[in-house]
């Protein structure tokens, strides 16, 4: 068994040992250190070996639980060497070093991540799972070295107090991270001072999420504590978009969206043309001091100088050599250093502090002259260690970025990997700099190579090889420093690899810094002797920079590096407002110009339709041509108008509906206009005109309008189009008071015959009281088929020509001729779709249910015949009269009683369309059935009469 | 370099503010009375004694900046033909702001604005701000017939801005987009954005645009 399923064996079953590692604690005592998972929450116990090396879940006695929270530190001086710290606790273990001890730095880094990242959506973590422990540690507790301390995960989880725990649980009312001074345990490993006027609390709760989301990126374990600048960034960038305090940010408020950044880009593009240079003096220095403390006085190295630069770079590294430093942020030599440096400052000139940063021993301080203080903005901090395991603050750099007018200047600090042979190591350490450093008060983060200009310093280990030592120091004795910079590692990269690309550095005038006997200016005596080498660098890259000087103040000997020095002359762009308010209109015309050129075009043949007379079922089809004549892909698409259900009338069939067509291509859309038993009655009684207007609208762009004209017959002078009225689709009320062929009638006389209860209001003065008992449509091809077809084989059976069908349509509705065209299927056909064209059929809606209800009754089924309209019911009898002689004449016709009995039902039986179209399929064929049931009653009873 | 600044929080630099207040603006009034070149001229600056007649809704777009803000203004131009009426509630719902269009030289299209005042108060929200607008007044000297006072007077009754404009010169074109753009601000508008109608060079970039939400304003 290894550790993990050891520790396993302790745990609950929903509980899983991610990683274990073993070591010894303070006491020289065996522990085992092992991160804990339970649905996403992460705790690390510490158990104490009983038995070397464990083999049994009870060779461990557990000693200590920590949630990994905000709270939770691990640090590491060396690699084998670890403290922990949660609360008052301050743990120290010896590890050795092995791959299981990296996965478990992974995991704890990992765990630390994770909890940041969910405690910023808001999902507190909840460690009450831990609580079962607690008992387990007391009753444990007496074997173990600490027995005082007594496990309390409220403690630690410090629900009831104030401090940076209580504001990762309560992110949902407030998101200002409390950034106060330092006593605040967050900053432990790191100090990010600032002190820039524009600082405000800006409350902007709606954005904490993605903020402290994206703090879960952040590189090293401890800098939660920035969290507060990104989030008062925010709160600026809400300012800036016109929002007042106490508004609540709109919704669909983005920041940087594709058009600000085409601004942005454009601007800077234009920017010489409302920009003025003006030059600024920088100083940089570096100095790695060893871990001493400051001399007397440090003006020899930053105060040399006749003139006062305007801003100083002053980076140190090994600030602070002693494991205390690797734990606690609050260092006493950070601060002494500090006023060292401001004490040292060029006495002619007055300062303020930018910004200061540390990472255990790499500090970076900015100052700049007061007069220039004003002109800077967006100051902003990061930091990346690389030391042991990628993760610890022994190594690493820091970084300083301004803008000061309309330049940004970045300046890094960085602490890269020692040793003569490692140089791939400090390629690697630059690369992690460069790459993971973010200013995350921006939105994307920043990274260091988006400035104007970089300057790059720090004690980056580089040294000189391929050369006798003795060779090194003979050159160097000779000031033959040119021919010896050639054997420097950093020179060798620069310009040549990928490492420090674009850097310059200027010419290497001075001798080696690196490595002294402390307090002389005698190379290193020590066992080691070291090789002398130029550890100290300052590099540059940039438009509009000039270098100064270059060079090492050997003055100052306290460490074993010597501080160097470097000055430049940098352009400075200043924005003349009115050039750049004038600029920026300019632009902002041009990108609308742009968008509107790139708005969706297109060209079509035809906004109009005029169709000739339309009868029913009769088809026309137009086409309408859509021609994509701008610069991008155009997806057309007929959409609804305001609350209508559907784009275009029941009568307009129009394909593709939607469509995507390139630039220079077309499209041909059809426009087909057909009238058909289900809209022909909403057209014969004026409920419905043969017009619309359709909205073709492309995506992104505008909106056609195409219309559909038809002018009713008689209705006008000029005649583009009509809908012919037919028989087909009138009102069995309106057929019978109806005299004479329809194409006779007048349209109002028409439309008056249709108005519901028209047939009461029949005026049998007038008409003489002449009403049809069925309409004479009906009557003429019944008659027509009684006549010349009931012997006629597969009657009903066989369908009709649609051509003669409508010639059949035409003679019922003119008149004439006499005698009905077409064969017999096709006037059987008419007949039929005569029947259901009906707007009510033969037995109207509201019979229809009652009907399927009493299907198994024939006396009841009679009885609601007797209760339809009149005329209903005439027409009802009459056709049932019609199909029993047919049946009679059977052995001719082939008719059979069961399928005439269903097709009758369908048509004269038909559901109300509310209730159509939601039946299930099983449902509809039991109607089916019972509407058969219902019609062939009466086809088959002996006793039907009239 | 990648010559790329990120526009740095807190619109430093001294540079008018970055992001853009979207707005919808639709114009309204019977036909021929300009809105078509009153939208061009204002856009693109140029004028047409042919213009055709809309049969549609065109879209424009337009930015203007006005105490260092940008606002965006999405421009819908209905079609002012009688037998389209019914369809313009589809460009005048969601929109932050309405110009009604009269041409000073035709009573009964100012009569005509009036029936679209009266229609957008009742079927919009009181915060739609709208602008009266006397088109065609370089025509004033020959043919005038709405008098400047009148459609002051009436437009102070109903609580609008009056402008008379020429879509032909120019004159008032600039103003009266401005006005409405300050208007906007000073009412502080929350951005009201209809789901499918917008273009941003988001699209033209090839961007995938995110989804819009719509907000309401009360
Ligand atoms: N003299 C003069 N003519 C104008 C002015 N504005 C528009 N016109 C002309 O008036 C006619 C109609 O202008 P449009 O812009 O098409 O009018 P519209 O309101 O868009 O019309 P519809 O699209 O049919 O609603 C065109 O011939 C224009 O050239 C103006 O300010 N002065
Ligand atoms: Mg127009």
Redesign the interface.
Known sequence: MNLCEIVQARLAPDEKCLVCIDGVDGSKLAVSLAIVERRGDRALFIFNNQRVPPVRGSDLSLQKVYPVDLDLKCLAAHEHNISIQSGKDNLKFDIPRNPSTHDFFVQLKLAKDLYSQSAGFGLPASFSWLDKYRDQLSKESNSNPFANDIFDPLGYMKINESGPKKTAASKSKSLILPKSGSNNSLNSLTVSRERSPHRKKSPSRTKVKSTIAKSASKESLDDLDSNSEIVETLGEIQKQFGLAVGVPPKENFKPGTARDTLIEYFLHDRESEFTDIQHLSVFCGTWNVNGKLPPDSILEWLSVDTEPPDIYVIGFQELDLSNQAYIFSDSQKEVVWQEKVEECLHPKGRYREVKLIRLVGVMLLVYIKEEYYSHVRHADCDMVATGILGVMGNKGGVSVRIQIHNTSICFVNCHLAAHQDEIERRNQDYRDIEFKLRFKQFLPPLTIREHDIVFWIGDMNYRISDLDINEIKDLIAASRYKELVMFDQLTKQLGKTDVFRGYSEQAIKFQPTYKYDTGTDDWDTSEKCRTPAWCDRVLYKGRGIEPKVYRFHPVLKISDHKPVSSLFKVEIKVVDPKRCKKVYEDVNKMLDRLENDYLPQVELDHREFFFGEVKFIESQQKDLTVMNTGQVPVTYEFINKLDDRNFSKPWLKVGPNKSVIVPGNKVVISMEVYIDKNNVGDLNSGKDTLSDILVLHLHGGKDFFISFLFLLLNDVSTVYGTYVPSSFGCSVEALVQMHGPIREVPVATLLDLEQPGSLSKVDVAATGGRLYSVPKEIWRMVDHIWRYGRHQDDLFQQPGLDMEVQQIRDCLDTGSPDLLPGSIHSVAEALLLFLESLPEPVIPFPFYQSCLECVNNYLLCKQIILKIPECHRNLFHYLISFFRELLSNAEHNNLSIKSLASMVGEIILRAPPSMSSNASRQLRKSEDLKRAAFVYHFLTSEDYDE | ?????????????????????QMKLVLLGDQGVGKSSLALRF??GDFREDQEAT?????????V?VQG??IKFDIWDT?GQE??H??A??YYRGAQAAIVVYDITSTHSFEQAHSWVKELQKETGPDVIIALAGNKVDMAAETRAVMKEEAEKYAMEHGLFHLETSAKTGYNVQNLFQTLAQEI?RN?Y??T?TR??????????G?QS?P??R?CCS
């Open positions: 370099m990648s010559g790329l600044q990120r526009p740095p929080p807190g619109g430093g630099s001294g540079r008018p503010g970055g992001g853009a207040q856009v693109r049969i549609g809704a065109a879209f424009l777009t337009q930015t900046n803000k940008n079609a037998r389209y019914s369809l509630p589809m601000i502080d929350v951005v954005q499918h109608r917008i273009v941003t060079t988001a699209d033209l970039l961007e995110y819009r939400r907000t």
